[in-house]
């Protein structure tokens, strides 16, 4: 194969409903230099992320995953489908538990929502439980009957329920086993909103209650891609585990005090890939 090397630029938590994205930084656009946009998810409500993608960068190819905010208001499963369609008229890869390859480099996307697990299997009930209770996912994003799946019947439609993200994310997972015992970790990215590692939790969340419903430990699929890009956490994050590098560029919530939430967002953040064993000269931070 033909070493091909490739600038990534890392977006998430763009949180558009709350305020503008200005596509130029330091004197020239975000977007100067990349080969290809990576948004991983939060960008806005529904489908309208996706027209933002395609009018600000229109001439880049674009990789996209559904983060928790774009469900609200909508349809559990109806929004996929939306997502999918809308996606495919504006040339956008949308990916849920799909493929796509450029340049010899395997993109793999999900949104991967979580186990509830990262306290252990003892604490798994009451994750589940304060997220239910205290997170707006779950009352904020609707669940139709063909949402729920025939062993789940015992479930009703309403609002949704972590049962229903927890059986997505085991989903996922699955998919993704499946998906990276293909190919080269070298030439593998992997995209999902939530976090794939427990040093994705940020300190001041170490130990939160809420915490195993933002980040999982997937230790065991760390070192079979060569990057991992998420988002949901709000936080910067750059590290390295068996090889694979883990990355998040979060802006975070805008308030008109304070302006954006994630100070270390950097909104032009290129990530260099390349499909042959040396790669990512960017540092850690």
């Given at each position: 194969?033909?070493?091909?090397?490739?600038?990534?630029?890392?977006?998430?938590?763009?949180?558009?409903?709350?305020?503008?994205?200005?596509l130029e930084w330091e004197?020239?656009?975000?977007?100067?230099?990349?080969?290809l946009i990576i948004l991983a998810g939060d960008i806005d409500e529904g489908t309208r992320g996706l027209h933002w993608a395609r009018q600000s960068f229109p001439d880049k190819p674009i990789v996209y995953v559904?983060?928790?905010?774009?469900?609200y208001e909508h349809s559990w499963g109806g929004l996929l489908a939306e997502m999918r369609d809308t996606a495919a008229k504006l040339g956008i890869d949308?990916?849920?538990?799909?493929?796509v390859e450029y340049g010899g480099i395997r993109f793999l996307g999900c949104s991967l929502w979580t186990d509830f697990l990262l306290d252990g299997a003892e604490r798994q009930p009451g994750a589940m439980q304060a997220a239910q209770s205290w997170l707006?996912?779950?009352?904020?994003?609707?669940v139709q009957q063909e949402d729920i799946p025939t062993d789940m019947r015992w479930l009703t439609p309403g609002t949704l329920d972590a049962e229903l993200t927890l059986r997505r994310h085991q989903a996922s997972v699955a998919w993704l086993e499946q998906e990276l015992s293909k190919g080269s970790p070298e030439s593998t990215v992997v995209v999902t909103h939530h976090g794939p590692h427990r040093n994705s939790v940020p300190g001041q969340f170490l130990g939160d209650?809420?915490?195993?419903?933002?980040v999982s430990d997937l230790e065991c699929l760390m070192g079979k891609s060569c990057q991992w890009v998420h988002g949901h956490v709000h936080a910067s994050m750059d590290y390295q585990v068996q090889g694979t590098r883990v990355v998040c560029n979060p802006r975070g919530y805008s308030h008109s005090i304070g302006g954006i939430e994630n100070k270390r967002f950097r909104p032009n953040l290129l990530v260099d890939i390349s499909n042959s064993p040396s790669t990512n000269d960017l540092p850690n931070h």
């Open positions: 194969m033909e070493d091909t090397t490739m600038k990534l630029l890392i977006l998430s938590d763009l949180h558009l409903d709350m305020a503008p994205m200005d004197g020239q656009r975000i977007d100067q230099g990349a080969d559904c983060g928790n905010h774009e469900f949308f990916l849920e538990n799909q493929t707006n996912d779950y009352r904020w994003i609707q209650p809420l915490s195993p419903a933002f």
